[in-house]
Protein backbone atom coordinates (compact mmCIF):
# COMPACT_ATOMS: atom_id res chain seq x y z
CA UNK A 1 0.00 0.00 0.00
CA UNK A 2 0.56 4.04 -0.80
CA UNK A 3 0.75 5.71 2.90
CA UNK A 4 1.25 8.93 3.84
CA UNK A 5 2.48 9.79 7.46
CA UNK A 6 1.82 13.40 8.42
CA UNK A 7 4.43 14.11 11.05
CA UNK A 8 6.32 11.14 9.83
CA UNK A 9 9.80 12.53 10.91
CA UNK A 10 8.75 13.11 14.50
CA UNK A 11 9.05 10.21 17.22
CA UNK A 12 6.54 7.80 16.86
CA UNK A 13 6.08 8.78 12.67
CA UNK A 14 9.54 7.84 12.40
CA UNK A 15 9.62 4.36 14.10
CA UNK A 16 6.29 3.48 12.21
CA UNK A 17 8.32 3.90 8.76
CA UNK A 18 10.35 2.15 10.12
CA UNK A 19 7.81 -1.03 10.61
CA UNK A 20 5.45 0.06 7.56
CA UNK A 21 7.87 0.39 4.93
CA UNK A 22 9.76 -3.46 6.33
CA UNK A 23 6.52 -4.83 5.90
CA UNK A 24 6.71 -3.84 2.39
CA UNK A 25 4.41 -0.50 1.96
CA UNK A 26 5.71 2.68 -0.05
CA UNK A 27 5.81 5.26 2.75
CA UNK A 28 5.30 8.99 2.57
CA UNK A 29 5.79 11.55 4.76
CA UNK A 30 4.45 15.00 5.15
CA UNK A 31 6.37 17.12 7.86
CA UNK A 32 6.27 20.92 8.74
CA UNK A 33 9.74 20.04 10.87
CA UNK A 34 8.48 21.70 13.80
CA UNK A 35 9.26 19.63 16.08
CA UNK A 36 11.57 17.23 14.74
CA UNK A 37 15.33 17.35 12.60
CA UNK A 38 15.64 17.03 9.13
CA UNK A 39 18.28 14.49 9.94
CA UNK A 40 15.60 12.07 10.96
CA UNK A 41 15.48 11.13 6.86
CA UNK A 42 19.18 10.28 6.63
CA UNK A 43 18.57 8.28 9.78
CA UNK A 44 15.73 6.38 8.40
CA UNK A 45 18.07 5.75 4.88
CA UNK A 46 20.22 4.15 7.11
CA UNK A 47 18.20 1.70 8.91
CA UNK A 48 16.02 1.19 5.52
CA UNK A 49 18.80 1.06 3.12
CA UNK A 50 16.81 4.13 1.04
CA UNK A 51 14.63 7.25 2.68
CA UNK A 52 10.91 7.25 2.27
CA UNK A 53 9.69 9.87 -0.12
CA UNK A 54 9.87 13.30 2.09
CA UNK A 55 7.57 16.41 1.16
CA UNK A 56 8.60 19.36 3.95
CA UNK A 57 5.23 21.28 4.45
CA UNK A 58 2.22 21.73 6.76
CA UNK A 59 -0.80 19.65 7.04
CA UNK A 60 -3.33 22.63 7.40
CA UNK A 61 -2.04 23.41 3.22
CA UNK A 62 -4.94 21.81 1.79
CA UNK A 63 -3.57 22.56 -1.96
CA UNK A 64 0.15 20.36 -1.23
CA UNK A 65 -1.70 17.66 0.57
CA UNK A 66 -4.02 16.99 -2.36
CA UNK A 67 -1.05 17.72 -4.61
CA UNK A 68 0.63 14.40 -2.72
CA UNK A 69 -2.24 12.44 -2.17
CA UNK A 70 -2.66 12.50 -5.76
CA UNK A 71 1.44 12.42 -7.12
CA UNK A 72 2.00 9.34 -4.49
CA UNK A 73 -1.62 7.35 -5.19
CA UNK A 74 -1.91 7.03 -2.01
CA UNK A 75 -4.11 4.48 -0.36
CA UNK A 76 -4.23 5.29 3.34
CA UNK A 77 -3.42 8.09 5.81
CA UNK A 78 -1.73 7.74 9.25
CA UNK A 79 -2.30 11.32 10.75
CA UNK A 80 0.73 12.03 13.36
CA UNK A 81 1.21 15.60 12.75
CA UNK A 82 0.26 17.76 15.60
CA UNK A 83 1.34 19.56 19.18
CA UNK A 84 1.89 17.73 21.85
CA UNK A 85 2.65 19.29 25.43
CA UNK A 86 0.24 19.28 27.36
CA UNK A 87 1.86 22.19 30.00
CA UNK A 88 1.92 24.27 26.63
CA UNK A 89 -1.57 23.57 25.23
CA UNK A 90 -2.61 25.35 28.69
CA UNK A 91 -0.65 28.33 27.65
CA UNK A 92 -1.57 28.57 23.62
CA UNK A 93 -5.06 26.45 23.22
CA UNK A 94 -5.35 28.38 19.74
CA UNK A 95 -2.32 27.30 18.68
CA UNK A 96 -3.38 23.48 19.58
CA UNK A 97 -6.66 24.03 18.51
CA UNK A 98 -5.84 25.31 15.05
CA UNK A 99 -3.16 22.60 14.24
CA UNK A 100 -4.45 19.66 15.76
CA UNK A 101 -8.11 20.23 15.29
CA UNK A 102 -7.81 22.60 12.24
CA UNK A 103 -5.06 20.58 10.61
CA UNK A 104 -7.11 17.22 11.14
CA UNK A 105 -9.91 18.81 9.22
CA UNK A 106 -7.66 20.40 6.74
CA UNK A 107 -6.46 16.64 5.89
CA UNK A 108 -9.72 15.42 5.36
CA UNK A 109 -11.08 18.01 3.32
CA UNK A 110 -8.09 17.29 0.86
CA UNK A 111 -8.69 13.19 1.41
CA UNK A 112 -12.37 13.57 0.62
CA UNK A 113 -11.78 15.31 -2.99
CA UNK A 114 -8.92 12.86 -3.40
CA UNK A 115 -11.65 10.16 -2.67
CA UNK A 116 -9.02 8.80 0.10
CA UNK A 117 -11.13 7.40 3.05
CA UNK A 118 -8.44 5.45 5.17
CA UNK A 119 -7.06 7.14 7.85
CA UNK A 120 -5.19 6.16 11.25
CA UNK A 121 -5.27 8.95 13.83
CA UNK A 122 -3.04 9.26 16.64
CA UNK A 123 -4.78 9.72 19.77
CA UNK A 124 -4.10 9.57 23.45
CA UNK A 125 -5.41 8.09 26.62
CA UNK A 126 -5.37 11.78 28.03
CA UNK A 127 -8.70 11.96 26.50
CA UNK A 128 -10.25 9.93 29.15
CA UNK A 129 -9.09 11.97 32.41
CA UNK A 130 -9.28 11.53 36.15
CA UNK A 131 -9.94 7.84 36.10
CA UNK A 132 -13.69 6.78 37.04
CA UNK A 133 -12.49 3.27 37.55
CA UNK A 134 -8.82 1.39 35.94
CA UNK A 135 -7.32 -0.51 33.59
CA UNK A 136 -9.27 2.41 31.20
CA UNK A 137 -10.95 0.84 28.75
CA UNK A 138 -12.43 2.29 25.23
CA UNK A 139 -15.67 2.73 27.26
CA UNK A 140 -14.44 4.53 29.90
CA UNK A 141 -16.24 8.24 30.08
CA UNK A 142 -13.87 10.90 27.99
CA UNK A 143 -13.65 14.03 29.61
CA UNK A 144 -9.69 15.28 28.72
CA UNK A 145 -7.88 17.88 31.29
CA UNK A 146 -5.82 19.68 28.82
CA UNK A 147 -6.25 21.84 25.70
CA UNK A 148 -4.60 19.34 24.23
CA UNK A 149 -6.63 16.07 25.21
CA UNK A 150 -9.75 18.44 24.38
CA UNK A 151 -7.92 18.96 20.44
CA UNK A 152 -7.71 14.70 20.88
CA UNK A 153 -10.87 14.31 22.07
CA UNK A 154 -12.54 16.75 19.20
CA UNK A 155 -10.74 15.02 16.38
CA UNK A 156 -12.10 11.87 17.39
CA UNK A 157 -15.79 13.50 17.44
CA UNK A 158 -15.18 14.44 14.03
CA UNK A 159 -14.16 11.23 12.74
CA UNK A 160 -17.02 9.56 13.80
CA UNK A 161 -19.50 11.92 12.22
CA UNK A 162 -17.72 12.05 9.28
CA UNK A 163 -17.56 8.61 9.01
CA UNK A 164 -21.52 8.66 10.32
CA UNK A 165 -21.99 11.10 7.40
CA UNK A 166 -21.06 8.64 4.24
CA UNK A 167 -20.25 4.38 5.11
CA UNK A 168 -17.30 4.74 2.85
CA UNK A 169 -15.02 6.28 5.68
CA UNK A 170 -12.46 3.65 7.53
CA UNK A 171 -11.24 5.18 10.38
CA UNK A 172 -9.37 4.04 13.46
CA UNK A 173 -8.53 6.37 16.52
CA UNK A 174 -5.72 4.71 18.51
CA UNK A 175 -5.45 6.24 21.75
CA UNK A 176 -1.78 5.91 22.86
CA UNK A 177 -0.52 5.26 26.59
CA UNK A 178 2.88 6.29 27.21
CA UNK A 179 5.58 5.87 24.48
CA UNK A 180 9.46 5.61 25.75
CA UNK A 181 12.51 4.14 24.26
CA UNK A 182 13.61 3.85 20.69
CA UNK A 183 14.64 1.61 18.04
CA UNK A 184 17.13 -0.73 18.66
CA UNK A 185 19.92 0.53 16.00
CA UNK A 186 20.23 3.39 18.58
CA UNK A 187 19.85 5.71 15.32
CA UNK A 188 15.98 7.33 15.67
CA UNK A 189 14.42 7.81 19.01
CA UNK A 190 12.88 10.91 20.87
CA UNK A 191 14.46 14.25 20.74
CA UNK A 192 12.59 16.80 22.84
CA UNK A 193 14.05 20.28 22.83
CA UNK A 194 15.35 21.87 25.95
CA UNK A 195 14.91 20.31 29.53
CA UNK A 196 12.40 16.68 29.07
CA UNK A 197 9.40 16.94 30.35
CA UNK A 198 9.01 12.99 30.64
CA UNK A 199 10.29 11.05 33.01
CA UNK A 200 12.22 8.78 30.71
CA UNK A 201 14.13 11.53 28.55
CA UNK A 202 14.46 13.25 31.72
CA UNK A 203 16.15 10.01 33.62
CA UNK A 204 18.23 9.47 30.53
CA UNK A 205 19.61 12.83 30.82
CA UNK A 206 20.55 12.28 34.43
CA UNK A 207 21.99 9.07 33.82
CA UNK A 208 24.35 10.76 30.93
CA UNK A 209 25.23 13.20 33.35
CA UNK A 210 23.89 16.06 31.52
CA UNK A 211 21.35 16.99 34.51
CA UNK A 212 22.04 16.66 37.84
CA UNK A 213 19.32 14.62 39.28
CA UNK A 214 15.55 13.78 38.47
CA UNK A 215 12.70 15.61 40.52
CA UNK A 216 10.07 12.95 41.49
CA UNK A 217 6.68 15.09 41.51
CA UNK A 218 5.50 13.23 44.65
CA UNK A 219 5.96 9.94 46.97
CA UNK A 220 2.87 9.95 48.48
CA UNK A 221 0.24 9.05 45.80
CA UNK A 222 -2.52 6.37 46.40
CA UNK A 223 -0.74 3.91 44.96
CA UNK A 224 1.83 0.93 46.14
CA UNK A 225 5.12 2.83 46.51
CA UNK A 226 3.68 6.80 46.53
CA UNK A 227 4.66 7.65 43.32
CA UNK A 228 3.00 7.88 40.07
CA UNK A 229 1.78 5.10 37.90
CA UNK A 230 1.90 4.78 33.79
CA UNK A 231 1.77 2.64 30.88
CA UNK A 232 4.77 2.92 29.29
CA UNK A 233 4.96 1.18 25.71
CA UNK A 234 8.07 0.68 23.97
CA UNK A 235 7.72 2.69 20.95
CA UNK A 236 8.66 -0.20 18.41
CA UNK A 237 5.62 -2.39 19.86
CA UNK A 238 4.06 0.80 19.12
CA UNK A 239 4.76 1.52 15.54
CA UNK A 240 4.09 -2.59 15.06
CA UNK A 241 0.62 -1.82 16.50
CA UNK A 242 0.23 0.72 13.44
CA UNK A 243 0.91 -2.23 11.18
CA UNK A 244 -2.00 -3.99 12.57
CA UNK A 245 -4.29 -0.98 12.65
CA UNK A 246 -3.87 -0.55 9.07
CA UNK A 247 -4.76 -3.74 7.92
CA UNK A 248 -7.61 -3.53 10.04
CA UNK A 249 -8.79 -0.41 9.23
CA UNK A 250 -8.30 -1.59 5.48
CA UNK A 251 -10.97 -4.41 5.80
CA UNK A 252 -13.61 -2.74 8.17
CA UNK A 253 -15.62 0.43 7.30
CA UNK A 254 -16.72 2.63 10.33
CA UNK A 255 -14.63 4.55 12.56
CA UNK A 256 -13.19 1.97 15.56
CA UNK A 257 -11.11 3.20 18.68
CA UNK A 258 -8.37 1.13 20.43
CA UNK A 259 -5.77 1.58 23.10
CA UNK A 260 -2.54 1.07 22.26
CA UNK A 261 -0.23 0.08 25.85
CA UNK A 262 0.50 -2.92 27.41
CA UNK A 263 -1.92 -2.99 29.99
CA UNK A 264 1.08 -2.69 33.17
CA UNK A 265 1.92 0.20 34.75
CA UNK A 266 5.06 0.98 36.57
CA UNK A 267 5.84 3.18 39.10
CA UNK A 268 7.89 6.21 38.92
CA UNK A 269 10.90 4.12 41.51
CA UNK A 270 10.37 1.00 39.09
CA UNK A 271 11.50 3.26 36.06
CA UNK A 272 14.37 4.66 37.89
CA UNK A 273 15.53 0.77 39.18
CA UNK A 274 14.94 -0.22 35.38
CA UNK A 275 17.16 2.57 33.93
CA UNK A 276 20.04 2.17 36.67
CA UNK A 277 19.90 -1.73 35.80
CA UNK A 278 19.66 -0.81 31.90
CA UNK A 279 23.01 2.06 32.18
CA UNK A 280 24.59 0.84 34.78
CA UNK A 281 24.32 4.35 36.21
CA UNK A 282 23.62 5.92 39.31
CA UNK A 283 20.27 8.13 39.04
CA UNK A 284 20.00 10.69 41.83
CA UNK A 285 16.86 11.58 42.67
CA UNK A 286 15.01 14.21 45.05
CA UNK A 287 11.43 14.11 46.20
CA UNK A 288 9.92 17.22 45.12
CA UNK A 289 6.00 18.03 45.23
CA UNK A 290 3.48 17.19 43.18
CA UNK A 291 3.00 18.14 39.63
CA UNK A 292 0.18 20.05 38.83
CA UNK A 293 -2.52 18.27 36.94
CA UNK A 294 -1.08 14.89 37.38
CA UNK A 295 -2.83 12.06 37.62
CA UNK A 296 -1.80 9.64 40.31
CA UNK A 297 -1.73 6.13 38.37
CA UNK A 298 -3.54 5.15 35.12
CA UNK A 299 -2.98 2.28 32.55
CA UNK A 300 -4.79 0.48 29.68
CA UNK A 301 -7.29 -2.68 28.85
CA UNK A 302 -5.51 -3.48 25.94
CA UNK A 303 -7.51 -6.64 25.80
CA UNK A 304 -9.72 -4.61 22.59
CA UNK A 305 -6.51 -4.06 20.26
CA UNK A 306 -5.74 -7.95 20.64
CA UNK A 307 -8.83 -9.46 20.15
CA UNK A 308 -9.44 -7.15 16.57
CA UNK A 309 -6.37 -6.15 15.59
CA UNK A 310 -4.55 -9.41 16.92
CA UNK A 311 -1.74 -7.03 18.52
CA UNK A 312 0.00 -6.82 21.87
CA UNK A 313 2.84 -5.12 22.92
CA UNK A 314 6.02 -8.06 23.85
CA UNK A 315 8.82 -5.66 25.52
CA UNK A 316 8.85 -4.82 28.56
CA UNK A 317 10.13 -2.02 30.63
CA UNK A 318 13.82 -3.27 31.09
CA UNK A 319 13.81 -3.52 27.42
CA UNK A 320 12.48 0.23 27.22
CA UNK A 321 15.14 1.47 29.13
CA UNK A 322 17.99 -0.69 27.44
CA UNK A 323 16.64 1.17 24.35
CA UNK A 324 16.20 4.73 25.84
CA UNK A 325 19.93 4.43 26.86
CA UNK A 326 21.32 3.26 23.64
CA UNK A 327 19.71 5.91 22.22
CA UNK A 328 20.67 8.81 24.51
CA UNK A 329 24.46 7.22 24.87
CA UNK A 330 24.48 7.53 20.53
CA UNK A 331 22.75 10.70 19.63
P1 LIG B 1 6.43 14.56 17.59
O1 LIG B 1 6.30 16.00 17.94
O2 LIG B 1 7.74 13.92 17.74
O3 LIG B 1 5.93 14.31 16.10
C1 LIG B 1 4.93 15.11 15.49
C2 LIG B 1 5.49 15.56 14.15
O4 LIG B 1 4.49 16.35 13.49
C3 LIG B 1 6.73 16.43 14.28
O5 LIG B 1 7.75 15.89 13.46
C4 LIG B 1 6.29 17.81 13.81
O6 LIG B 1 7.33 18.49 13.16
C5 LIG B 1 5.12 17.47 12.90
N1 LIG B 1 4.06 18.48 12.81
C6 LIG B 1 3.43 19.13 13.82
N2 LIG B 1 2.50 19.95 13.33
C7 LIG B 1 2.52 19.81 11.96
C8 LIG B 1 1.79 20.39 10.91
N3 LIG B 1 0.84 21.29 11.13
N4 LIG B 1 2.08 19.99 9.64
C9 LIG B 1 3.05 19.09 9.40
N5 LIG B 1 3.80 18.52 10.38
C10 LIG B 1 3.53 18.87 11.64
O7 LIG B 1 5.32 13.78 18.43
P2 LIG B 1 5.13 12.21 18.60
O8 LIG B 1 5.48 11.87 20.00
O9 LIG B 1 5.74 11.49 17.47
O10 LIG B 1 3.54 12.15 18.51
C11 LIG B 1 2.88 11.87 17.28
C12 LIG B 1 1.40 11.99 17.51
O11 LIG B 1 1.01 11.10 18.56
C13 LIG B 1 0.93 13.38 17.93
O12 LIG B 1 -0.30 13.65 17.31
C14 LIG B 1 0.76 13.23 19.43
O13 LIG B 1 -0.21 14.11 19.94
C15 LIG B 1 0.30 11.79 19.55
N6 LIG B 1 0.61 11.22 20.87
C16 LIG B 1 1.89 11.23 21.34
C17 LIG B 1 2.17 10.71 22.60
C18 LIG B 1 3.56 10.75 23.16
O14 LIG B 1 3.71 10.62 24.38
N7 LIG B 1 4.60 10.88 22.37
C19 LIG B 1 1.13 10.17 23.38
C20 LIG B 1 -0.16 10.17 22.87
C21 LIG B 1 -0.41 10.70 21.60
N1 LIG C 1 7.67 12.41 36.60
C1 LIG C 1 8.57 12.75 37.60
N2 LIG C 1 9.62 13.58 37.28
C2 LIG C 1 9.81 14.07 36.03
C3 LIG C 1 8.88 13.70 35.01
C4 LIG C 1 7.82 12.88 35.34
O1 LIG C 1 8.43 12.33 38.74
O2 LIG C 1 10.77 14.82 35.80
C5 LIG C 1 6.54 11.50 36.92
C6 LIG C 1 5.17 12.11 36.69
O3 LIG C 1 4.73 12.77 37.86
C7 LIG C 1 4.33 10.87 36.35
C8 LIG C 1 5.33 9.96 35.63
O4 LIG C 1 6.63 10.40 36.04
O5 LIG C 1 3.90 10.21 37.51
C9 LIG C 1 5.24 10.00 34.12
O6 LIG C 1 5.32 11.36 33.70
P1 LIG C 1 5.37 11.74 32.15
O7 LIG C 1 5.41 13.23 32.06
O8 LIG C 1 6.46 10.97 31.49
O9 LIG C 1 3.99 11.17 31.56
P2 LIG C 1 2.48 11.72 31.75
O10 LIG C 1 2.34 12.22 33.15
O11 LIG C 1 2.30 12.78 30.73
O12 LIG C 1 1.63 10.51 31.50
Given at each position: MNILLTGGLGYIGSHVAVVLTEAGHQVTILDNLCNCKIEVLDRLEKILGRAPAFFKGDVRDQALVESILKEKQINSVIHFAGLKAVGESVQEPLMYYDNNVGGTISLLKAMKNCEIKTIVFSSS??????????????EHPTRPQSPYGKSKLQVEEILKDLSDSDPEWKVVALRYFNPVGAHDSGLIGEDPA?????LIPYVAQVAIGKLEKLKIF?????TPNGTGVRDYIHVMDLAEGHNSALLYVSENTGFSVFNLGTGNGYSVYEVVDAFTSASSRKIPYEIVDRRGGDIASYYANAQKAKKFLGWSAKRGLLQMCIDAWKWAVLH
Open positions: ASVYGIPVYLPYDEGVPNNGDDYD
